[in-house]
């Protein structure tokens, strides 16, 4: 589907931007495919430091701009993975009114940019957080969805993210823009942050530090955790053989733990050997999520052949071996 089109990948240096980047560039040269992958990114420095010598590929091609600001590139583009937008935790304590307008923008400037220039289909990373609160013991289906608490600064993320759902299919509606997605919850290897305020990315910089990981709460709450590269298979799966319209769960389940026992696992990862788990009635100023996130069914995009490869163990020790 890729051969002799054009590509652009948003947010291309982030978490997820950058593996699809590079898959993309590997399977042009590895099948000769005269793909064109065009990446956005804020600058250009942030371009070097994540792609280096990559950048200087002849079917490579970058754009530097803020999201926020209509998409300028001449010529149609057949696909667009659109992954652009603040995700993590700080960026919503400390600038809840840009991560909301960078995603419903951002979302906004991506669609325009696909009616003018004749894009097939558009990929968008959504997140489980769109669910709200879940109070069920039942994993949580593609149609279902739980209450939102809207009135606090924290919901600028999901509230934009539901929103623009919304406005994808509002645009297939009205354009005939074809789009696919994934839900995804936790998501880490190589190239993470340290200082975004994920609990996880907490306890791995402890891990690398030495220093005790302090738990605010008795750490009960579950959460499942996907290597980034399992993530990215599941990406170009449903991109490929996935439902017109249609927005899949994508979650490790078998990686599901309690965030007390993901903070003993990293604690025993620790290269120094000295980090242990304490736990503290303080309240954290942290901006951690404030509702029980829901476990995910992942049915329907295993139904498409996906199964993720890598367990928790691994993920972890190699993520906390890439620093």
């Known amino acids: 589907m890729?051969?002799?089109?054009?590509?652009?990948?948003?947010?291309a240096t982030g978490r997820l931007g950058r593996y699809m980047v590079e898959t993309l560039v590997d399977v042009d040269l590895k099948y000769n495919l005269n793909l064109r992958v065009v990446g956005m990114a804020r600058t250009l420095q942030k371009a070097k430091e994540v792609f280096g010598e990559l950048l200087e590929f002849p079917n490579v091609s970058f754009i530097y701009q803020d999201?926020?600001?209509?998409?300028?590139?001449?010529?149609?583009?057949?696909?667009?993975f659109h992954t652009a937008g603040p995700a993590a935790p700080l960026d919503f304590k400390t600038s809840a009114v840009n991560t909301l307008w960078a995603h419903v923008n951002g979302t906004h400037n991506v669609l325009e940019f696909a009616v003018a220039h004749k894009?097939?289909?558009?990929?968008?990373?959504?997140?489980?957080e769109i669910y709200g609160t879940w109070t069920s013991d039942e994993k949580i289906k593609e149609e279902d969805m739980g209450p939102m608490p809207n009135l606090q600064a924290r919901a600028c993320?999901?509230?934009a993210k539901r929103l623009c759902e919304t406005m994808l299919s509002c645009y297939k509606a009205n354009y005939g823009i074809d789009f696919c997605g994934a839900r995804f919850c936790h998501t880490l290897g190589a190239g993470?942050?340290?200082?975004?305020?994920?609990a996880f990315a907490e306890f791995i910089d402890c891990?690398?530090?030495?220093?005790?990981?302090?738990?605010?709460?008795d750490g009960s709450a579950m959460r499942t955790y996907t290597y980034t590269p399992d993530a990215i298979?599941?990406?170009f799966m449903i991109m490929e053989r996935g439902e017109s319209?249609?927005?899949?769960?994508?979650?490790?389940?078998?990686?599901?733990?309690?965030?007390?026992?993901?903070a003993n696992l990293i604690a025993e990862l620790s290269p120094k050997k000295t980090t242990k788990v304490t736990f503290s009635e303080e309240v954290s100023n942290m901006p951690y999520l404030p509702f029980k996130l829901a476990v995910m069914d992942t049915t329907k995009v295993r139904e498409l052949g996906w199964k993720p490869q890598t367990n928790l163990c691994d993920m972890f020790k190699w993520t906390i071996e890439s620093f």
Do not use: Q
Not at 192 to 198: A, E, H, N
């Open 2 to 11: 890729y051969r002799n089109k054009t590509v652009l990948v948003t947010g």
């Open 192 to 198: 993470i942050l340290l200082d975004d305020g994920r």
């Open 245 to 262: 319209g249609y927005i899949y769960n994508v979650a490790a389940t078998e990686n599901l733990i309690s965030i007390r026992d993901l």
């Open 233 to 235: 298979n599941a990406v």
């Open 207 to 217: 891990s690398l530090k030495g220093t005790d990981i302090v738990l605010h709460s």
């Open 119 to 128: 894009t097939k289909k558009v990929f968008y990373v959504s997140t489980v």
């Open 67 to 80: 999201v926020n600001t209509p998409i300028e590139y001449e010529g149609n583009v057949e696909y667009i």
């Open 157 to 159: 993320y999901p509230e």
